[in-house]
């Protein structure tokens, strides 16, 4: 009996000694039960949560700008263009660059709607029901140099313009005068699109454009019957397309020296008067398509730096074997490399080969077959 005892004393002891040598209690983290609850798939899914803030809110301290509710704010680029907005929003953060508003239902510009937003480069309000603009709207706006109002109902040109701005589109309004000095301190002003608005000649008052270093100028699909008056000088492209123009007389072009590019398309010109391209020296490109001459504009041999020509959709019969080319060698620094006559009623087998010898290439050519 007593050897069966002290057998199970010593079993015991051996038990107890197993116990002692466990590893002392540890407290655990919250990550380590998290780990026991939870599969890997489940464990990836909440630190996903964690970091995109869908588990824990995160709060934004104050010194960090809003971004107006519905718009979308990145790298200093605030969109709300689609929204439906009737107003300007507010709380636009004051270091914008850009203020995307285009295609909504906004009517009106109030007095403090770009309010501290001194930082903006450009602003597009494009495809609203804009009528109504209040004179200090676009004071707060210092370093703004492009603005796109174009789609809109405005019947005037907006009032102090912003001294930064190089470019604006005001097309397809409803203008129908250009009050003088409605673009002044506007100096650095180099783009104006302003086509698309029922104005007439007479619509541009005498000083309109005084003041303005404009390189490009678009007033196409307006309701002009001949070249405005008085346009700056500077320019370099001039677009007066769609319109109604009747005749370009000796004097139009007089002023636009420095005009690379000219565009005359879709009017009624029936003649150009003798020595009228005569004041365009430095001459590119000249777009005279789908109006009413019947012959080769008289003085282009003498335009050494043409080099485009369209006259396609006139009614032109007959083509000069010097309507094009000078007569003397080297007389003309850059050869065409374009030159259309499709849509005419003359026949192309009638004109002489020699006509088109400052050319670069025959492809250059244009002719195709006319229609009735």
Known sequence: MLPHCSFLM????????????????????????????????????????????????????????????????????????????????????????????????????????????????????????????????????????????????????????????????????????????????????????????????????????????????????????GVPKDLPDSLHELHLDHNQIQAVELEDLSRYKNLYRLGLGFNHIRNIENGSLSFLPRLRELHLDNNRLTRVPKGLPDMKYLQVVYLHSNNIDQVGVDDFCPRGFGMKRTFYNGISLFGNPVNYWEVQPATFRCVSDRLAIQFGNYKK
């Not at 919250?30 to 780990?35: E, I, L, Q, T, V």
């Not at 804009?130 to 907006?158: A, C, D, E, G, W």
């Open 10 to 225: 010593l079993l015991c002891v051996a038990r107890l000694l197993s116990t002692s040598s466990a590893l002392p209690f540890e407290q655990r983290g919250f990550w380590d039960f998290a780990m026991d609850s939870m599969d890997s798939g489940g464990m990836m899914t909440m630190m996903r949560d964690e970091e995109e803030g869908s588990a824990v809110e995160e709060i934004l301290p104050p010194d960090i700008p809003m971004c107006p509710f519905g718009c979308h704010c990145q790298l200093r680029v605030v969109q709300c263009s689609d929204l439906g907005l009737t107003e300007v929003p507010k709380n636009i953060p004051s270091d914008t660059k850009f203020l995307d508003l285009q295609n909504n239902r906004i009517t009106e510009l109030k007095e403090n709607d770009f309010k501290g937003l001194t930082n903006l480069y450009g602003l597009s309000l494009r495809n609203n029901h804009i009528s109504k603009v209040h004179p200090r709207t676009f004071v707060p706006l210092k370093n703004m140099q492009k603005l796109y109002f174009s789609k809109n109902l405005l019947t005037t040109v907006p009032k102090n313009l912003p001294a930064s701005l190089v470019e604006m589109r005001i097309h397809e309004n409803r203008i129908k005068k250009v009050a003088a000095g409605a673009f002044a301190g506007l100096g650095n002003m180099n783009c104006i699109e302003m086509g698309a608005n029922p104005i007439h000649n007479s619509g541009f008052e005498p000083g309109a454009f005084k003041g303005l270093k404009l390189n490009y100028l678009r007033i196409s699909d307006s309701k002009l019957t």
